[in-house]
């Protein structure tokens, strides 16, 4: 079994596997939210400009959805944040989900870089704060007063996410990488793997249903679903500490 630090700081990345299994629906799987509408139409920001209404609407019923009292985290989010918590050294969680369920679980070292489902921002005012009903196009900021110009705050396809330097400062301080339920194939993310490897300093961990699309960049791949992996890992982490 490859040898696990036993301090030191851990950065751990997670996808929409690790939601999955809480209920949520993915949007990449097959039947998943994009086979169900056209990204072009919901998740842009040239959509928000040209139907805000239907985008709004888009994100309001997600917005419902992870409010349903059945939506909760699962054994992978409390192993996160217990790992958190009884680790002799940072851990960092950086996930690409827009859930709330590592919050609700625990974790508080903790980077949203598409941003989060319960937030909105301003367009002018640009800073986000918590909107869990639905937001309508007339809304007014409280802020500046100016209707029209809330939107989710989350990160759309041609824009950057949200904390890059700060991210890409713990991947190169890293002695621990770990990869949970991503598919390796959205960028900036799917890159990680390669820029811990290029510092020299990190073990590199995959954790998923199934090998991602850089699996071969990792040295060690558990395949399994993240309720049950990513708990026996934290184990095993905790346990060589």
């Not at 680790?87 to 870089?113: C, F, K, Y």
Request: overall charge negative.
């Amino acid at each position: 079994m490859p040898h696990l630090p036993r301090q030191g700081r851990i950065v751990v990345l997670t996808g929409a596997g690790i939601s999955k299994e809480s209920g949520l629906d993915t949007f990449r799987c097959e039947g998943g939210l994009w086979s169900k509408v056209r990204l072009e139409d919901v998740a842009t920001p040239e959509a928000f400009a040209a139907n805000p209404a239907l985008v709004q609407e888009f994100y309001n019923a997600r917005r419902r959805g992870l409010q349903d009292p059945a939506i909760a985290p699962n054994p992978a989010h409390i192993a996160l944040a217990r790992l958190e918590a009884a680790w002799p050294g940072q851990v960092l969680v950086v996930t690409q989900n827009i859930d709330d369920l590592h919050e609700r679980a625990g974790s508080r070292n903790l980077i949203h870089m598409h941003g989060e489902l319960l937030k909105v921002r301003c367009q002018v005012c640009d800073d986000p704060f918590e909107w869990r009903g639905d937001l309508t196009h007339d809304e007014r900021c409280p802020d500046c007063r100016r209707p029209g110009r809330l939107r989710p705050h989350v990160v759309w396809f041609g824009e950057m996410p949200l904390a890059m330097d700060r991210i890409e400062r713990a991947l190169m301080e890293c002695d621990l990488f770990v990869s949970i339920g991503t598919s390796g194939n959205v960028y900036p993310a799917a890159g990680f793997v390669l820029g811990v490897r290029r510092a020299g300093r990190a073990h590199t961990v995959e954790l998923n249903l199934e090998p991602s699309e850089g699996a071969s960049l990792f040295a060690e791949t558990v395949l399994g679903p993240a309720s049950q992996v990513v708990p026996a890992f934290v184990e095993r982490l905790l346990g060589a500490a």
